[in-house]
């Protein structure tokens, strides 16, 4: 059941909508854009877009048939094979739902060779881009408002500490039973920021015009507050 808040914020957004939006979401791992992203799409009425589950996916799919990662025609045509799309907030993956299958530790350490991998990326965006059509959106990732949505009329840029990120991401794997400590939690967070900052393709940085929203001692609830307050100010701007 939507709070009366939500409520508000729905009728408000309603009132603006005169033509599609695409609102990004980029930042860095452990920023919390993921559902911070799923919280204003809700708020908003509009569509969620998770694009580095879309990768997960690519992973998982490599590692169930024990594909060469290092293979990389192989990786590029199983990538085009596959049938990735989300519903109602489900990533579908050949129509299985692999939501929650693809936060295992085994999928993230194998993600990084899709998505270093310029084929697979071509064909993620234009997924991504088809997904959007006619939508109202909130799609978050690394390359959302740079690359895939260089248009989008709304960008946020989601960053937060080192620590307070790799304090978020042991909070997550220790209600999943993992014990590993905060010290390498927040190594490979740092290794894992390296790679997405330096990869040549589509490298994570924040696009020109987009708000950096620091989420450091916020709560959930409190950015998507932030960010709600702030797209139905710039829609109000764009209205004729
Ligand atoms: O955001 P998440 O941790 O699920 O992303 C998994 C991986 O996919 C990231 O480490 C990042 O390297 C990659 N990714 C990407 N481009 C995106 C989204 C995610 O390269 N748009």
Redesign the pocket.
Known sequence: MDSTRDQVVRIQADACWEKIMIITI?GP?GAG??SVARGLADRLGFHFL???????AVACAGIERNIDFQDSGALEQLARSLDIRWIEGRLLLDGRDVTDA??SLEI?GM??H???HPGV?AH?VQL?RATAVGRNVVT?????GTV?FPDAQCKFYLTASPEERARRRQRDLEAQGDTRSFEEILAAQEE?DT??RT?SI?P?RQAADAIEVNTDGMSQDEVVDRLAEIVLELSRRYRP
């Open positions: 980029d791992a854009k993921s998770d694009t580095g589950a879309m990768y997960r693809i936060r993230t993600t990084r899709v998505a270093d990326r993620l991504q978050e990732g690394r390359d959302q895939v894992r790679r997405d990869r589509a994570l």
